[in-house]
């Protein structure tokens, strides 16, 4: 998402090297939506994985509708509208198939069952490989699996972003499914990474907004000093205390420089003990960010936020 210039300018050489040493590196998962760009990212994914398809497992979030200013208008998973949706990532990415098909929310005007039987066509048409659901509430997860084999759930989770552990984590896990937690900096809050463009969505985010920013501010220095006993970064904490929930979880890493995905990979080699786990949970507790993590609108989208009944 970052190099399709959703927190400002981004380089598009310096994007394609960097998703080239992730690969290089033995990274194979790149995580795309169709709507990061309006079709941006699609098609520089294309020009970076050409030659390596075989290597690059294309996970594609698609559903959410965009207006020529950016905005964003809402959502569509109508059967139809998936297949127009996959038609045009087909083309974009260079591809004959996906191998993780996902809608980014749950649309409320489409029953659940018919997307997703929808998406079994389209499995068993050879043009997707699996398919994922994104921000689903416990129930609704459940709901769609009996439609569906559902391979995978994409979450935000982060040590700030911990209402997943309630209802939707258990439910994944109940049915095998795999997760792919993103927002594991929640949006670089976390790494102290400050709001310049006009262009970032963040400012749009309460936690990046007025007070909120402020006192969110003390859990990025606690985190930092944490990060210092450890020898190592506040990044590489945050994504080290994801990993440390199980190995079914894969973080999304947003990095569109080398150096920010050379720095992330390190937090694999970070070992965090129980006592670590416990002090990190204690001295940066999930309760104490300041603000939701969309604004009013986007929350009002998030199925993952109903209360569970």
């Known amino acids: 998402m970052a190099m399709s210039d959703m927190y400002g300018p981004s380089d598009e050489s310096e994007s ?61 998973l109508r059967p139809e509208a998936v297949k ?5 990532s087909l083309r974009r990415l260079g591809t004959d198939y996906i191998d ?12 659940i069952e018919e997307t997703m039987g929808a998406l079994a066509d389209l499995v068993q048409a050879g043009y997707i490989r699996h398919i994922g659901i994104s921000e689903a509430s416990a129930a609704t997860i459940r709901r769609a699996y009996k439609a569906a084999p559902l391979a995978a759930l994409q979450i935000e989770y982060a040590l700030v972003s911990r209402g997943p552990e309630a209802t939707i984590l258990p439910a994944a896990r109940e049915l095998g499914m795999g997760i792919t937690a993103y927002g ?8 102290g990474s400050p709001v310049t463009s006009p262009k970032d969505i963040r400012k749009h985010f309460p936690r990046f907004r007025g007070e ?20 190592a970064t506040a990044p590489q904490v945050a994504i080290a205390w994801v990993l440390s929930r199980g190995a079914d979880i894969v973080p999304l890493i947003g990095a569109r420089r080398r150096t920010q995905l050379a720095e992330s990979i390190k937090a694999l080699d970070l070992k965090l003990t129980p006592e670590d786990l416990a002090h990190l949970e204690r001295a940066v507790p999930a309760d104490a960010v300041a603000g939701t993590r969309y604004g009013e609108e986007q929350m009002r989208w998030l199925d993952s936020e109903k209360p569970a009944t």
């Open 16 to 76: 394609i090297a960097t998703i080239h040493a992730a690969l290089d590196a033995g990274i194979n998962m790149l995580d795309i939506g169709d709507f990061y760009g309006m079709g941006h990212n699609e098609m520089l994914i294309r020009r970076a994985i050409e030659g390596r398809r075989k290597d690059v497992f294309l996970a594609v979030k698609f559903g959410a509708l965009r207006g020529p200013d950016g905005s964003f208008t809402g959502y569509d």
């Open 100 to 111: 993780l098909y996902q809608p980014a929310r749950v649309d409320v005007r489409t029953p």
């Open 184 to 191: 594991v900096l929640s949006r670089g809050l976390l790494s």
């Open 212 to 231: 909120n920013y402020e006192k969110n501010q003390t859990l990025v220095n606690t985190l930092n000093e944490i990060a210092r006993g450890k020898n």
């Open 84 to 88: 127009n949706f996959l038609a045009y």
